[in-house]
């Protein structure tokens, strides 16, 4: 509420907001439209996306809100784990539970903290990248890292997610048990077609040049003004 107070009397002359969800959220909260700027999240080019794969991969903090009780509760409906792999990458409070689950559920490997360049490796031979968050969330990097290997993501209905992901580059689907157990068969069945779409979408919108110019674009502008 302070910076909000401060933002009205013209201490700050652009938000930066990372998606129009974002943007609409800062002037319902009273903040001038004219002083929001939507620059989405980049991460580096890594070239030419690979084949991908059969498996899926989760990549992010091991925790409640991020999905991660939803996504073991819907990979044991989903019955995929004869046929396919989920693994799971990162650490927090729900390692043990991850663990638990790879040791009960066929197909799931709880694969813990792996290095940068082993992250980037799962990324590209996974056949998709799975977001279920259940809160809003800002707009993760591994969901554009994802689109820059030309790797579809499947993400929960939520806030950003449903900007950034769309039937084009991936799948969305409500976050249930059921809804997102159907939301992995559909990528199971994919046949490759939104993987260059995806790739085509991060370099479109997501590369580093493209939102430093839009970044640079608004210092110019505040600086005329």
């Not at 013209?10 to 903040?31: E, P, Y």
């Not at 409640?64 to 019955?79: I, V």
């Not at 260059?196 to 003004?225: C, F, K, M, N, W």
């Amino acid at each position: 509420a302070q910076a909000l107070a401060h933002s009205q009397a013209g201490d700050v002359d652009r938000f930066l907001a990372l998606t129009t969800f974002m943007a609409r959220r800062l002037i319902s909260m009273g903040v001038d439209p004219q002083r929001v700027v939507v620059r989405p999240t980049a991460t580096g080019d890594p070239g030419q996306p690979g084949d991908g794969g059969p498996g899926f991969v989760y990549i992010g903090r091991l925790t409640e809100e991020k999905g991660l009780n939803l996504l073991l509760d819907a990979w044991g409906a989903s019955g995929l784990g004869h046929t396919r792999t989920l693994t799971i990458i990162g650490d927090g409070p729900l390692l043990m539970r991850c663990r638990q689950a790879a040791a009960e559920t066929p197909g799931i490997e709880a694969a813990g903290r792996l290095s940068p360049a082993e992250v980037a490796l799962r990324i590209r031979s996974a056949g998709a990248l799975i977001s279920p968050s259940l809160w809003y969330e800002g707009f993760p990097r591994v969901v554009v890292e994802a689109l820059s290997h030309g790797t579809p993501v499947l993400a929960t209905r939520i806030g950003s997610l449903t900007e950034i992901v769309d039937a084009d580059v991936g799948w969305t689907v409500e976050p249930t048990t059921e809804a997102l157990a159907a939301g992995l068969h559909a990528a199971a069945a994919e046949s490759g077609v939104r993987r260059q779409a995806a790739r085509t979408r991060y370099v479109e919108r997501y590369r580093p040049d493209i939102t430093l110019a839009q970044l640079l674009g608004v210092y110019d502008e505040v600086a005329a003004s």
